[in-house]
């Protein structure tokens, strides 16, 4: 796509969301203050990457060389050069052990110190340079597309089916994360039956980061409207457990399986890190799909024990982006501007949850009480 | 699909003094934006109509109660006659190009309306409004905004629309224009008939000639510079017709339009960041109706003489280049987009 094009494109999409936000009777310059955000964001992104580059850097010349030598060795080490370790700097023992170096005594290789700085800086693009120092919350997401095959989900008298949709939004989302460097496994790309169990297991083998599934949801009460995302946890709630016996409904896994599936989950850590995610996409659904949407309802976060979130062994949600029993909800996911939306909203849950993972100063992380539901008002910015 | 059941595409410049109609299946139409209705039965009975549009109406105007829609750049609202008169304007227009015909077949007709800036910031309801009927998707945009998308002048760019009712700025930076990217100036085409008005006033008390008379003799005659030759129109004095040399008030009324404009100019692209200025000052584009006064674009170029020069080129078309630009639009936009923006 040429420049010019990708500019025509921006300001289409301008003229389009000011006459939306016009429709909609949203205040003037609602779109001005979204644009004016996504720079800002755009703007923070660079500067954490440019300051953890930074960092990596320094680490880097830190490792190879004592205060005040760093420069020197580095310099050294990227010309491939030989520097005169006849003396033999040794690691103190009250250093931290970096790789598979020796802890404490050993005289550090030369050559071998050297080649590793010289790799550590030959990093072209941030994101491999942050993967090499500095542990990535997020690089390997699964998308899940909701039902398919012989399993339509949801569907609409007039040609509406969830899976299309949920395939439609997830084949969305991946273009967009793979665009933004992450590496992407989707559980199908077409209309095909794939069972919960081989779809955690996909996830599970490719020691996948991140799950994420999309629903589309049904609701009893018509003019219900609105977005909710679930993560691994116990509920009471008789809809909960039905609906999540209606989403595990041909999952393919055993009693057996299921029993040691359970055993412990609750307990898990990773509850925590799946709750947050939860928490980041809820957020970003609701707020990114009101601008189109107002009368969208936030339904919160919420626990359930859907089966794709019982057997993936990562942060894993499930995210019901729309309800296809309410006429405008279902117009709008015909519309693909709509579902673009949806990605385009999934997506920025998921690299804000991956800007606060990757923030290490996160004490209070652990603090959070049990919830099982999370007041809409809590989402509202 | 086949062609006779493709969308229709249509870009409409909506102007104070002139109104255009592009559309995707070639037509091209342009009306003065005039309507009137017959003052009394007498009147409808000599004119054979309910109401006039365009040039029509302007010259029976003697039997007509005359609106011009877009005074000083704005929909009338309010007045119910005012509001009529918009949907006149736009009915004769779809006329013109048999929208109404087309709409019969099933084809849908996606419309992009573009405006002067502040009809676009105080009237944008009450033209949707004005618009039921006529299309199936409607998208309003600035003026400046849809001659820009229609030039491609995207990036490092000016568009000075120098209409009848506001003179409208637009820095392109390649993104959609934000509201400190555009001005507008009540200083145009309206306002130098006012400006010639007055002198002509001081000068020769004696004449009495109404704002439409002053007007053509405007679009007649208008420059900025030095003149050619003198100018000389013949008017009624006490009865006699008498010739008089207008050419000196004429020169004074037009040129006052440079000042502001070129301030302007310069305002905006002080806004602009310092390593793109240079580029934006060498390509501005004067478009409007009264961009061709004979010597404005070289006027604006003297002015920026002094703020490291720049280059003023005046659009070929300045009648349709608002509404190719909005067909660009019109043609461009997503299908899905116009299923969200129907009227």
Known sequence: MTRDTRMRQEMLRGAFEENLDAIQGLPRGTWRRRQLRRLALRRRMLTVAALLVLATVSVAAWIGAGPGQAATRQAEAVAGGAPDWSVGRTIDTSEEPVGDEPGGGVPVEPARQARRIAEMLAVQQPREALQGVIPLAVDRVVVDAGHGGRDSGTALGYGLREKDLTLDIALRLGTMLEAAGYDVIQTRTSDLSVSLKERAEMANNARADVFVSIHVNWLPRREARGVETYYLGHTDDPFLRSLAATENRDSGFSMADYRHLLEGIYADVRQDQSRRLAESVQQSLFESLRTQNPQIENRGVMTAPFAVLVATRMPAILAEVACLSNDREARLLAISTYRQRIAEALLHGLSRYQQEETDTSRPAAAQHPETTRIPPGRHTP | ?343
């Open chain 2, 1 to 343: 699909m086949s062609k006779e059941n493709e969308d229709l595409y249509v870009g409409i410049d909506l102007g104070t003094s002139r109104s255009s109609i592009s559309t995707s299946d070639g037509q091209r139409h342009m009306v003065e934006s005039y309507v009137g209705w017959p003052v009394d039965m007498v009147a409808r009975k000599v004119l054979k109509a309910p109401v006039l549009v365009g040039r029509d109406a302007l010259e029976k105007r003697a039997m007509l109660d005359l609106y011009r829609p877009l005074e000083r750049g704005l929909l009338k609202e309010g007045s119910e006659k005012g509001q009529q008169a918009v949907r006149e304007l736009l009915s004769y227009l779809m006329q013109q190009a048999n929208v109404d015909g087309i709409r019969a077949t099933g084809r849908k007709v996606r419309a992009v309306v573009g405006v002067p800036a502040e009809a676009l910031r105080v009237n944008r309801d009450h033209l949707r409004a004005a618009m039921q009927g006529f299309v199936d998707s409607l998208m309003i945009v600035s003026e400046p905004f849809a001659v820009a998308y229609g030039l491609e002048a995207l990036l490092h760019a000016m568009v000075v629309d120098v209409g009848a009712g506001t003179t409208d700025l637009c820095v392109m930076n390649g993104r959609y224009p934000t509201e400190d990217d555009q001005r507008t100036l009540p200083n145009a085409g309206d306002w130098v008939d006012e400006q010639l008005a007055g002198l002509l006033a001081e000068r020769h008390p004696e004449i009495k000639v109404s704002i439409h008379t002053v007007r053509e003799w405007k679009e007649k005659y208008s420059f900025i510079g030095e003149p050619r030759k003198p100018i000389k129109i013949t008017v009624p004095v006490g009865g006699k017709p008498t010739k008089i040399d207008i050419t000196r008030e004429l020169r004074a009324a037009c040129e006052a339009l440079v000042p502001p404009v070129a301030e302007t100019m310069l305002d905006l692209v002080a806004g602009v960041e310092a390593e793109f200025q240079e580029r934006v000052r060498h390509n501005i584009i004067l478009a409007g109706g009264s961009s061709v006064i004979p010597g404005f674009g070289e006027q604006l170029k003297t002015a920026m003489a002094d703020y490291g020069g720049g280059d003023v080129q005046v659009v070929q078309d300045p009648v349709f280049s608002g509404s190719d630009g909005g067909l660009a639009l019109a043609i461009d936009a997503p299908a899905s987009d116009w299923e969200m923006l129907t009227v």
